[in-house]
């Protein structure tokens, strides 16, 4: 950490430079002139743990280190919090490290372009860096996040099920709506992941076939059979990505109709060539 002098003036610049608000996180631009985003996080809470833990990991030197979750910059103390810095830019990365999500969402994603407006929806220009590879994205936001030991397997790691009512019905599987009284917080992390996917690309599957057994293996009700987090990206790099027709990529791709039908009532199957579904 950076000595007490250090400490105030990045304080201070801060305060001065700061947007105000995109949920809970606000942007400025540190000593150095670079965008950064900055949270305010309870000292003593399992958030401000984790992040310190990301911090003593360092910032990736390349993007072959970069593991799509945000690396922290500083963590400096602030009236009974800390503001934790990170750049403005996986989950795989982080199950390594035995940290569960746990409120996986398209709001708690970061990317690393911005323009003035807080609602950017329809940047085409973003649009296009996204066509081209150029956008980069990380996970953030912490403060539904568990961290376990390292030598505890993925497997037997068990969380309280109200511990799964920390974020939104309609953003997680189903796992603990039987009446169970733990669940695998990891396999939830993956099914969380799975069902943001489905709200997202669901439509598509006509136009990229393997989505649908991507997207079953991440939200099936069979725990033991679903997805772990390097398993899907595995399935994603080696059987989805070679089999993704280039127009479909394209700016000139045509637009889908998009599914408003939950996660669990979509028939990702309905209209694919039976010959694909044998």
């Known amino acids: 950490m950076k000595g007490r002098k250090e400490s105030a003036d ?28 900055i949270k305010a996080v309870l000292d003593g809470s399992e958030e401000l743990r984790i992040l310190k833990y990301l911090y003593s990991q360092g910032v990736p030197r ?33 199950h390594k490290h035995r940290i569960a999500h746990g409120d996986i969402k398209a709001d708690n994603i970061l990317i690393d372009h911005f323009n003035a407006d807080t609602y950017d929806l329809f940047n085409f220009y973003r649009r296009s860096l996204r066509l081209q590879g150029r956008v980069t994205y990380a996970f953030y936001d912490f403060d ?8 505890v397997p993925l497997e037997e790691c068990r969380l309280p099920s109200q511990v799964s009512y920390n974020t939104l019905y309609n953003q997680v599987p189903g796992d603990t709506l039987q009446g169970e009284i733990d669940f695998n917080p990891f396999a939830f992390d993956v ?19 393997m989505l ?64 694909f579904m044998e």
């Open 212 to 275: 649908a057994p991507l997207f079953d293996r991440m939200t099936t009700r069979d725990i033991p059979r679903r997805f772990k987090a390097s398993e899907a990206l595995q399935f994603f790099e080696e059987h989805v990505i070679p089999l993704t027709p280039q127009h479909v990529l394209s700016l000139a791709a045509p637009d889908l109709p998009f599914s408003r039908v939950p996660y669990d009532y979509h028939d990702r199957w309905k209209d694919l060539d039976p010959k």
């Open 62 to 94: 390349s993007m072959g280190d970069f593991h799509h979750v945000i690396p922290v910059l500083d963590v400096l103390a602030c009236e009974g919090h800390w503001l934790v810095f990170m750049p403005r830019y996986g989950l795989t990365y982080l």
């Open 10 to 37: 990045i304080y201070h610049l801060f305060m001065e430079t700061s947007v105000q608000w995109c949920g809970n996180i606000s942007f400025a631009q540190n000593a150095q002139g670079q965008h950064v985003a």
């Open 191 to 209: 099914g969380m992941l799975g069902v943001m996917f489905c709200t997202e690309f669901q439509h598509m599957t006509r136009a990229v076939p």
């Open 144 to 151: 539904c996040s568990t961290m376990f030991p390292p030598s």
